[in-house]
């Protein structure tokens, strides 16, 4: 092999031990037997790779770890107060006028009629329900009820 | 670098900051020398570890542990600091020198006196600044992390002739200018 071809592989593939034991034993050979090449690859290896592989790895400063482990615990805190505070929106969000204006109605009857059982007992509460029963019951079969309620409001409210 | 078991790095992923930290501490000396040895600035260099550190602590659920740990670290490493020695070059519209201070950062080799040490820091920095940043990134990889032409083509996703030309073109420069008396024949 010529020397321009010998001290490119020394450059490179001989040097990094990037070759097959049958090309390198060539390399091999031919640096024995020539000065010049010889004195490239003592250069090449002493002056410019040793120092190189002599570099330490260096540690990076605590507060780089610091800093990391700020960064990511810190959008953790601010994700879980996000979803409380999502979740608080959503409660107070009025998205489905219909649906809110329903589930109103529903609590001021519930409600009522707590209030009912608060004030007057159970009993009370159970004739009151129980007479609107009947009443939408005889609307519905057309019992005679409404006969009474009628007979009731003109004789006793407008007579 | 020392290999991260796969449990580690599957706890790391689901969130477990003490799987993630026993992962900085071994990997993050690799990183920060690389990104000190390609960028030539301390605050550069921090800057870099701190980002690749987020990275990996974001992408962990995704690594599916079909390339090495390692490779993909470097890749990540490797990436940021030659995009940030190129974001700090072009801010000041010239190549940026390497910070004389670095040098002092690095400990010196067991049984070598102060003085050859000295010495030979200054020397591995005015090499490295002398150099290309892709020649650059190549010799960083494979004279100071020890790492395989085939290993360093992953990382920096070029042909691995491309390494091989990338180092003979870093090696004949620096022989030339470091390498002694005489000149390559």
């Not at chain 2, 690749?52 to 890749?75: A, D, E, P, Q």
């Not at chain 2, 004279?143 to 990338?166: F, M, Q």
Request: proline share 3%; glycine share 6%; charged share 30%.
């Amino acid at each position: 092999m010529k020397c321009k071809k010998i001290q490119e592989l020394i450059l490179t593939d001989y040097t990094d031990g990037e070759m097959t034991a049958f090309d390198r034993q060539k390399v091999a050979d031919h640096i024995r037997t020539c000065e010049k090449c010889r004195a490239f690859e003592k250069r090449l290896k002493e002056n410019v790779v040793a120092p190189l592989q002599r570099t330490e790895h260096v540690q990076p400063p605590e507060e780089v770890w610091s800093r990391i482990k700020g960064a990511i615990e810190e959008p953790a805190r601010e994700s879980v107060a996000e979803s409380v505070a999502d979740f608080l929106r959503g409660l107070v969000a009025v998205r489905k006028p219909v649906l809110v204006a329903a589930s109103l109605l529903v609590l001021v009857l519930v409600g009522g009629i707590f209030a009912k059982t608060y004030f007057t007992g159970r009993d009370t509460v159970n004739t009151y329900l129980e007479e609107q029963m009947d009443f939408l019951d005889s609307l519905y079969n057309g019992n005679g009820y409404t006969d009474e309620y009628n007979a009731f409001l003109t004789e006793d409210l407008f007579l | 670098m020392q290999n991260i078991p796969e449990n580690t790095l599957i706890r790391a992923s689901e969130g477990d900051m003490e799987a993630f930290e026993e992962i900085y501490r071994t990997a993050s000396g690799y990183v920060y020398t690389i990104a000190l040895k390609v960028t030539g600035n301390r605050e550069d260099a921090e800057e870099v570890t701190q980002d690749v550190f987020l990275s990996v602590h974001k992408n962990l659920g995704s690594f599916r542990f079909r390339s090495s740990f390692k490779t993909w670290i470097y890749r990540i490493a490797t990436n940021r600091a030659i995009n940030s020695y190129r974001k700090r070059s072009k801010e000041r519209g010239r190549k940026v020198p390497f910070d004389d201070k670095i040098a002092a950062e690095e400990a010196g080799a067991p049984g070598v006196s102060s003085l050859d040490e000295e010495h030979r820091k200054k020397l591995v920095n005015a090499m490295l600044e002398s150099l290309p940043l892709e020649q650059r990134a190549c010799v960083v990889l494979k004279d100071i992390e020890g790492l395989k032409y085939e290993e360093i083509a992953r990382v920096l996703g070029i042909n691995i002739n491309t390494v091989r030309s990338r180092l003979k073109r870093a090696r004949e420069k620096l022989v030339s200018r470091y390498g002694g008396r005489g000149r390559k024949s």
